[in-house]
């Protein structure tokens, strides 16, 4: 009885170790990821919604689509994907909102896809995935918060992309945070675990 008891404590320990040493690492990689330059030639950048008020970008979304602007100019890509519905009642999605802005600051609107759908990360980058396909591309660069690529490029990269991350490296979004990165290791385990597995990478 003794015997079994001290094994049943062993297992136990183990576990709780492993389950330690998981969150740590995830939550190492959100902030190496959120720091690290990746930044390359793509077929297009892609920049991840966040609120907007009535056709405005909201300070976080217009330093995600100065970043993205700045990339476009500097050759980085060609085309710039804008992404992110709408709440109850708003008349602008986020999507058209980031298009709006980027067309007032002198991208062509042809060079500017919005992808209006979504209500989350995963399935708005599921969108941009099956666009991305129509167009030939394979190369994504995503435009983020820095705590929010490593989630970001990890789920872009399930659905069969090669993927950089050029997050802001300053002003809204841009600082590393202990709630954000509690919350973002929380969602890339849970992508791990139960939505990568519950889905099939498309070919």
């Not at 976080?60 to 992404?83: D, P, Q, S, W």
Request: glycine share 8%; proline share 4%.
């Amino acid at each position: 009885m003794f015997f079994a008891f001290r094994m049943l404590r062993r297992v136990i320990s183990a576990l709780v170790l492993v389950v330690v040493v998981s969150i740590a690492t995830t939550a190492g990689w959100v902030v190496v990821t959120g720091l690290r330059e990746d930044i390359a030639p793509s077929d297009a950048i892609v920049v991840l919604g966040a609120a907007q008020f009535d056709g405005r970008p909201s300070p976080v979304l217009r330093n995600r689509l100065n970043r993205a602007y700045a990339l476009y100019k500097a050759g980085i890509a060609e085309h710039i994907v804008t992404v992110g519905g709408s709440r109850p009642g708003d008349r602008f999605t986020e999507a058209t909102s980031g298009r709006l802005y980027l067309q007032s600051r002198g991208v062509a609107r042809s060079h500017i896809r919005a992808i209006r759908t979504g209500t989350d990360t995963y399935n708005s980058l599921v969108a941009v995935a099956a666009y991305a396909r129509s167009q030939h591309w394979r190369t994504i660069t995503i435009v983020s918060d820095r705590c929010h690529v490593a989630r970001s490029d990890a789920m872009m990269s399930s659905l069969g992309f090669v993927v950089h991350s050029a997050p802001p490296t300053s002003g809204p979004g841009a600082s590393i945070t202990l709630p954000y990165v509690v919350r973002e290791t929380g969602g890339l385990l849970q992508f791990w675990l139960i939505t990568q597995r519950g889905s099939s990478t498309p070919s």
